[in-house]
């Protein structure tokens, strides 16, 4: 329903740790993710309140989530600069080692690639709901994985201990 705030705290109370790790993912960066998840639910809102509620309100948070990314990207100012390192992560998660590895490299795709990379594989989406997030063919979702696969075992390189069982 058109204007319903209660509904949409609950859909931004639900859904926000889910696009924050999507954020966070596609960018590296903590306080960009959280920038990018408030200005995804705030336009999610504006959308929310003047027409009906979108028939998959996760799916349309998700596409706004990342247009939002990609116009960060382009508009990004010249005095900022990508960092090479990683801050510290929590101990306790299994695989740390392999986790940080994989996102250093993730970081080091160009944004189109880690979006396609990030919702297939880590968001665990398929082909079809990938294509229609990004706004792509099931087919050019397809080829952009190879390639985006490709290029992410070119950067991780065969000589990285932690790397051992992903097979290429």
């Known amino acids: 329903m058109a204007g319903d705030p209660q509904g949409f ?40 309140t003047k027409r009906a509620r979108p028939d998959d309100p996760a799916a349309y948070a998700r596409t706004t ?16 600069r990508p960092s090479d390192s990683l801050p510290e992560r929590p101990a306790g998660e299994t695989d740390v080692a392999l986790r940080v590895t994989l996102i250093d490299a993730l970081g080091r795709l160009d944004a189109k690639d880690r979006a396609v990379l990030v919702l297939r594989y880590w968001e665990d989406r398929s082909v079809e709901q990938t294509a229609a997030d990004l706004g792509l063919s099931a087919g050019a979702v397809r080829s952009r994985c190879f390639r985006a696969l490709d290029r992410l075992r070119d950067v991780l390189g065969t000589d990285d201990p932690t790397m051992s069982g992903v097979a290429r």
């Open 9 to 48: 705290t609950e859909f931004a109370a639900s859904s926000s740790g889910r696009l924050f790790r999507t954020a966070w993912l596609m960018t590296g960066d903590w306080h960009l993710a959280e920038d990018l998840v408030q200005e995804t639910l705030g336009k999610v809102y504006g959308a929310w």
């Open 65 to 80: 989530l990342m247009r939002t990314f990609f116009t960060h990207r382009r508009r990004r100012g010249s005095a900022e």
